[in-house]
T-cell receptor, first 112, second 115 residues
Framework: GENVEQHPSTLSVQEGDSAVIKCTYS??????FPWYKQELGKRPQLIID?????GEKKDQRIAVTLNKTAKHFSLHITETQPEDSAVYFC???????????FGKGTMLLVSP | EAQVTQNPRYLITVTGKKLTVTCSQN?????MSWYRQDPGLGLRQIYY???????DKGDVPEGYKVSRKEKRNFPLILESPSPNQTSLYFC??????????????FGEGSRLTVL
């Protein structure tokens, strides 16, 4: 089955800095890669996703890049703000499967 | 309002006392799933259901049961809870099940402590 590795497990940045979270996946058939954000005490919520026919996708201060050859994808957050502090999960899904396989999560702390 | 509702949100119980965590969604989603979240281990899938009367094991199904008699409900049953089932549990749903479109909607979570 699919295996998703996520790094780093924790990331501390100063407000205004950029943050990058990286994930690798094992199943070359996977073609859907969402990112979920979980604020403290809340449920995970989808913030951005990318499909394998696209190399990069942006939404305001967040962007996701995908390298299918290397089987890795990354979340980029620019101009970080304290409200970006949360746990971020990457995930991968192969076609014909219903299940998302999640990474172990990255705790991002943005200090004012 | 589209939502996934879990109950109870918090529960402290003792080893061996059967309990059920309910999950209900109002979005007419075919796919429902249960996850447990533990520090350092992320979200691990317990069971999932592609539709009514169709359920399947996830990565960590031992000690759990589920049923899907109605489309909107997907209860998680712990027949004989043990301390290693102390965790934060999330129910989630999406539609359509196999598609790469559509967000996986999570419930608010149920924090279970087994003494």
């Amino acid at each position: 089955g699919e295996n998703v590795e996520q790094h780093p497990s924790t990331l501390s940045v100063q407000e205004g800095d950029s943050a990058v979270i990286k994930c690798t996946y094992s199943d070359s058939a996977s073609n859907y890669f969402p990112w979920y954000k979980q604020e403290l005490g809340k449920r995970p919520q989808l913030i951005i996703d990318i499909r394998s026919n696209v190399g990069e996708k942006k939404d305001q201060r967040i962007a996701v890049t995908l390298n299918k050859t290397a089987k890795h994808f990354s979340l980029h957050i620019t101009e970080t703000q304290p409200e970006d502090s949360a746990v971020y999960f990457c995930a991968a899904k192969a076609p014909g499967y219903s299940t998302l396989t999640f990474g172990k999560g990255t705790m991002l702390l943005v200090s004012p | 309002e589209a939502q996934v509702t879990q109950n109870p949100r918090y529960l402290i119980t003792v080893t061996g006392k059967k309990l059920t965590v309910t999950c209900s969604q109002n979005m007419n989603h075919e796919y429902m799933s249960w996850y447990r979240q533990d520090p350092g281990l992320g979200l691990r899938q317990i069971y999932y259901s592609m539709n009514v009367e169709v359920t399947d094991k996830g990565d960590v199904p031992e000690g759990y049961k589920v049923s899907r008699k109605e489309k909107r409900n997907f209860p998680l049953i712990l027949e004989s809870p043990s301390p290693n089932q102390t965790s934060l549990y999330f129910c989630a749903s999406k539609s359509p099940p196999l598609s790469n479109t559509g967000e996986l909607f999570f419930g608010e979570g149920s924090r279970l402590t087994v003494l």
